[in-house]
Antibody, heavy 120, light 106 residues
Framework: VHVVESGGGLVRPGGSLRLSCAVSGLTFRHAWMTWVRQAPGKGLEWLGRSKDRSNGGTIDYAAPVKGRFTISRDDEKDTLYLQMNSLKTEDTAVYYC????????????WGQGTLVTVSS | SYELTQPPSVSVSPGQTASITCYGDVLGDKYVDWYQQKPGQSPVLVIFEDNRRPPGIPERFSGSNSGSTATLSISGTQVLDEADYYCQAWDSSTIVFGSGTRVTVL
């Protein structure tokens, strides 16, 4: 399984950014996926989870980002997205995409991460 | 919101056993995973569902979870085990990471 994030970069406070996560080596339309971030020198923070269509395509969010961040997926392109709006300096972090073991919260494959820097 | 607490650091001598704890309210009612992260690298799963090892993870890594405490044990600790370790608890609706523990082998 290969997970590759992209779309990171420098953005001004209040701006928006969309991250992409391309997955190969598994049947993406059946995959459960998450976004996790890590601020510089800090720990891991779970952002949200996307379940597959047979589980209603449910998306769960962590409270700190609910309403500002939106997770979506394109099963035809084997890609997961993270739309981030109203960005704040404290959103500066490496953003990881992970695959979950089916039906669980276990991240069994991680990407290399993409750095998002929110600064004026 | 649900929180998991880990000691900031643990020191261990080579060949000894390192024990890393993770505290959370009624943690034993959830599944706990453990991830190892070395500097500049992505996290790697070392224990899942409390005490199961993924393929390729050495047998010296083991886990337990009961009551309010989950524990990751590394027996016969090696210098290459020096890293940050994060516990993670999950259930049907949420996933939470612990604060992380830096393991130093010296």
């Amino acid at each position: 399984v290969h997970v590759v994030e992209s779309g990171g970069g420098l953005v001004r406070p209040g701006g928006s950014l969309r991250l992409s996560c391309a997955v190969s080596g598994l049947t993406f339309r059946h995959a459960w996926m998450t976004w996790v971030r890590q601020a510089p020198g800090k720990g891991l923070e779970w952002l949200g989870r996307s379940k597959d269509r047979s589980n209603g395509g449910t998306i769960d969010y962590a409270a700190p980002v609910k309403g500002r961040f939106t997770i979506s997926r394109d099963d035809e392109k084997d890609t997961l997205y993270l739309q981030m709006n109203s960005l704040k300096t404290e959103d500066t972090a490496v953003y990881y995409c992970t695959t979950l073991a089916y039906g669980s919260g276990t991240s069994n494959n991680w990407g290399q991460g993409t750095l998002v820097t929110v600064s004026s | 919101s649900y929180e998991l607490t880990q000691p900031p650091s643990v020191s261990v001598s080579p060949g000894q056993t390192a024990s890393i704890t993770c505290y959370g309210d009624v943690l034993g009612d959830k599944y706990v995973d453990w991830y190892q992260q070395k500097p500049g690298q992505s996290p790697v799963l070392v224990i899942f569902e409390d005490n199961r090892r993924p393929p390729g993870i050495p047998e010296r890594f083991s886990g337990s979870n009961s009551g309010s405490t989950a524990t990751l044990s590394i027996s016969g600790t090696q210098v290459l085990d020096e890293a940050d370790y994060y516990c993670q608890a999950w259930d049907s609706s949420t996933i939470v990471f612990g604060s992380g523990t830096r393991v130093t082998v010296l």
